[in-house]
């Protein structure tokens, strides 16, 4: 039995194999030759081009908000990943099976079966991202009581409640870790009139980026074009900046808790008020976001373990028991 689980992500796409676990994480980004059409290079060796490249060389990432924005490019892009994940595959088309957000519509899920059969798969199958990640969270989602998670990642955030196998309510905001970038891009060239690009902006939210302002402040220099001299100059920014400067996009993914929990049946919304908001995806490393959850809804929060790679493990785990998980969970072709 040959399968293989991708979380096709708008920032990153990982890879896992049953029995190996996780083989591949790499950037979703594709670098492309204007004149002929021919893919250079995908993944990190592509990320390392952007805002460095030619003309004559178009980095994209064919993700953009958790949709598939460039047929063609993500095809390429998945049978890149398929090929590099096994030589297992060489011989034996493999199962696939992807994560997809929950609010996709039947055109984009077509788009996403079609990208993975061109990649040469046997099968495809297709999951919901907030499902997959509570499988990989280690949440019992087949018991009859309510569980929420919430899933942030590159180009989107979704929120679930799951009972039963099933989603019971779900949102999703095209808000997640590349809007906190250009938010920081934004707020340093109009506090500090400092060019930087987004490369820069997602090491300082990495490294400082906080939910919450802390008494105590972490600095950063970062280098950058003086928009007044238009030489390069670099600057210290602290972490309390970058707190302001994400707020916004921040409060726009906790309102989709309240919307949710507004149109969740009463039991369900004991149980989530019981067990708290399970936190999953890359946004979930954003220090003290469980705090400023807490705060904001009065629901406990808390950081899913190694939230990064819950949608993946949940890919695995759906491999592992494919019979059971046919019924409920999955749409195949």
């Known amino acids: 039995m040959r399968s293989i689980g991708i979380d096709l992500g708008t920032t990153n796409t990982v890879v896992f194999l049953p029995q190996k676990g996780i083989v591949i994480n790499e950037p979703s980004v594709v670098a492309i030759s204007v004149l002929d059409n021919k893919i250079l290079a995908v993944g990190t060796e592509a990320k390392e081009m952007i805002g460095r490249a030619p003309e004559s060389i178009i980095v ?6 958790g949709a598939i924005a460039d047929y063609r490019v993500t095809g390429a892009m998945l049978r890149y990943f398929i090929k590099k994940a096994g030589g297992v595959f060489r011989f034996f088309k ?11 519509t039947s055109t984009e899920r077509r788009a996403v079966m079609e990208a993975g059969l061109r990649a040469g798969s046997k099968e495809v199958y297709l999951v919901k991202e907030p499902v997959l990640a509570a499988i990989g969270a280690k949440i019992p989602i087949n018991s009859a009581s309510g569980n929420m998670i919430l899933n942030i990642g590159g180009g989107t955030t979704e929120l679930a409640v799951i009972s039963l196998g099933g989603i019971v309510n779900s949102q ?28 820069t902006a997602e090491l300082i939210k990495i490294n400082i980026g906080c939910a919450i302002k802390l ?19 670099t600057i210290e920014v602290t972490s309390n900046e970058i707190t302001e400067a994400i707020a916004d996009q921040l409060r726009e993914i906790i309102q989709i808790i309240k919307t949710v929990l507004e149109v969740t049946p009463p039991e369900l919304c004991s149980d989530i008020m019981d067990k708290g908001i399970v936190i999953s995806g890359g ?51």
């Open 60 to 65: 994209s990432r064919p993700l953009v908000d």
């Open 94 to 104: 493999p199962e696939v099976l992807i994560s997809v957000p929950a609010g996709i």
């Open 172 to 199: 999703s905001v095209r808000i997640g870790g590349n809007k906190l970038d250009q938010a920081i891009v934004e707020y340093i060239k109009k506090k500090h009139s400092l060019a930087i690009g987004e490369r």
């Open 215 to 233: 008494p105590t402040e972490e600095k950063i220099s970062i280098k950058g074009r003086d928009l007044t001299t238009g030489y390069p100059k």
């Open 283 to 333: 946004g979930a490393l954003l220090k003290h976001i469980d705090t400023l959850i807490t705060k904001i809804t009065g629901v406990p929060a808390r950081i899913a373990d190694d939230p990064l790679f819950c949608v993946a493990r949940g890919t695995g785990i759906v491999l592992e028991n494919l019979s059971a998980y046919k019924k409920n969970v999955m749409t195949k072709r």
